[in-house]
């Protein structure tokens, strides 16, 4: 029977995730408005200053500077005589946007506000709007201080290069990124280059490789902490129930079984529609996994996996070929989305192999007749939990697999690494 502390760890572990998500979850807030000085923003301060106007149209200009800085043009269409009347109160207007510090650029108090018929514009200057970095590019932090994106409240939002530059990452355009009333702007660097050359290509991307690095490390060793002490209890609980039950003796009919489980799961998942050539990441790991399962589960009935060298080319090495594939599928039939595409197929070639080490080290766990076997014995397990999971993380990102990672997957692991674990376990016992 498997220790008791080996039992409660994971159940432990998993009860403490399943609360922080849940916790998580529940505190998550709305996309903020990006302009705090448009449309009904304006209207309340005007209010506020005791001459309540109807904004007709509105926008936000965001002029980058070269040092990070950024010059700051909001402007209202106002109805009837509502511009005249708020030109006597500008400084109580200003002084009730300011209160509010809301947007992607919030109104300072130093603002000035300027009437032009019956449109009332509002310019300043934020000085740190953004910085430059590394290479001379030149990056938007503004857009970074919001971690749950910003929501055009205004009929158009223009971001501006500045002189001379060109926008290299975070939105499209060649100097200026245009938004529209109902879009959404991603809580992500805008950053701009001279031009979008390979030289500020390169250089764009170690800006941002330098910003957020090491956030992007903090995170992913959270999210891989707990799946790393989880899988690693599951291993030791898969190993006492191996040693209690043992192995089978024909592993040519296991074999047979594992291929037509396998061929059953690929059909399922075709004929269900969980596959297209986007790659989605739960069908296309299934798939992957099945059609791995086909090919270990056909060499192990012909009586070929009697080495461990062939028992990882073929359990990891076909995953992780099925996934590059995807890839490459995905990339020349969707390359408007190639890299999301590419990402997920990998990512599922990577999930797929990582229930598949588990065969790796079911038979390499008791091999200590050399050092070798001592070393191999010590090592296998560590890369077979770590350098999947770490994998997919670094393709799509700590935070969009903290819930999948973290709960979903290590349940499917403890479910369908058993066999895998014990296939490999039989092999080792009759090589």
């Known amino acids: 029977m498997a220790p008791r502390r080996t039992v409660?760890?994971?159940?432990?572990?998993?009860?403490?995730?399943l609360a922080l998500v849940a916790g998580g979850t529940a505190a998550t807030p709305p996309?903020?408005?990006?302009?705090?000085?448009?449309?009904?923003?304006?209207?309340?301060?005007?209010?506020?200053?005791?001459?309540?106007?109807?904004?007709?149209?509105?926008?936000?200009?965001?002029?980058?500077?070269?040092?990070?800085?950024?010059?700051?043009?909001?402007?209202?269409?106002?109805?009837?005589?509502?511009?005249?009347?708020?030109?006597?109160h500008s400084d109580a207007v200003v002084t009730a946007l300011a209160s509010e510090a809301d947007g992607l650029a919030p109104v300072p108090e130093a603002a000035t506000l300027s009437v032009d018929g019956s449109r009332v514009s509002i310019t300043y200057t934020d000085p740190d709007f953004g910085h430059t970095s590394v290479g001379g590019v030149v990056l938007a932090d503004a857009l970074r201080d919001t971690p749950t994106g910003w929501e055009v409240d205004t009929d158009t939002v223009r971001l501006h290069a500045p002189d001379g530059y060109t926008i290299t990452a975070g939105a499209?355009?060649?100097?200026?990124?245009?938004?529209?009333a109902g879009d959404s702007v991603d809580d992500d660097f805008v950053a701009f280059a001279p031009d979008g050359g390979v030289v500020?290509?390169?250089?764009?991307?170690?800006?941002?490789?330098?910003?957020?690095?090491?956030?992007?490390?903090?995170?992913?060793?959270?999210?891989?902490?707990?799946?790393?002490?989880?899988l690693a209890g599951l291993?030791?609980?898969?190993?006492?129930?191996?040693?209690?039950?043992?192995?089978?003796?024909?592993?040519e009919r296991v074999g047979v079984a594992f291929a037509a489980a396998g061929t059953l799961v690929a059909l399922v998942a075709f004929v269900g529609g969980t596959v297209n050539a986007y790659f989605p990441l739960v069908g296309t790991t299934a798939l992957c996994t099945a059609l791995t399962a086909v090919a270990v589960g056909a060499?192990?009935?012909?009586?070929?996996?009697?080495?461990?060298?062939?028992?990882?080319?073929?359990?990891?090495?076909?995953?992780?070929?099925?996934?590059?594939?995807?890839?490459v599928v995905g990339a020349y039939t969707h390359p408007e989305v190639a890299s999301w595409t590419v990402g997920r197929a990998l990512s599922a070639g990577l999930l797929a192999a990582h229930v598949w080490t588990f065969a790796v080290v079911g038979a390499t766990r008791t091999e200590r007749a050399s050092e070798w076997g001592r070393i191999r014995t010590a090592v296998v397990p560590l890369v077979a939990v770590v350098a999947p999971l770490a994998g997919v993380v670094a393709l799509l990102g700590p935070g969009a697999l903290?819930?999948?990672?973290?709960?979903?997957?290590?349940?499917?692991?403890?479910?369908?690494?058993?066999p895998a674990y014990w296939l490999g376990a039989a092999l080792a016992a009759d090589a």
């Open 8 to 17: 409660a760890l994971p159940v432990v572990a998993l009860v403490v995730v």
């Open 31 to 88: 996309p903020e408005d990006v302009c705090g000085a448009c449309g009904e923003s304006f209207e309340s301060a005007a209010d506020a200053a005791g001459e309540p106007v109807t904004v007709v149209e509105s926008s936000l200009d965001v002029h980058v500077r070269a040092n990070g800085s950024a010059r700051v043009v909001v402007e209202n269409e106002l109805a009837g005589d509502g511009a005249a009347r708020v030109a006597n």
């Open 172 to 180: 499209s355009g060649d100097a200026v990124a245009t938004w529209r």
């Open 200 to 230: 500020s290509t390169v250089a764009t991307e170690v800006a941002i490789g330098v910003e957020v690095l090491p956030g992007l490390l903090a995170n992913a060793a959270l999210v891989l902490a707990v799946p790393v002490v989880v």
């Open 235 to 251: 291993l030791r609980g898969f190993g006492a129930l191996v040693d209690r039950v043992g192995t089978p003796d024909d592993t």
């Open 299 to 327: 060499l192990t009935a012909s009586g070929r996996l009697d080495d461990t060298r062939v028992l990882t080319a073929a359990a990891v090495g076909t995953a992780l070929a099925l996934g590059v594939l995807g890839a």
């Open 402 to 418: 903290f819930w999948f990672l973290l709960v979903a997957w290590v349940v499917l692991l403890a479910v369908f690494g058993l």
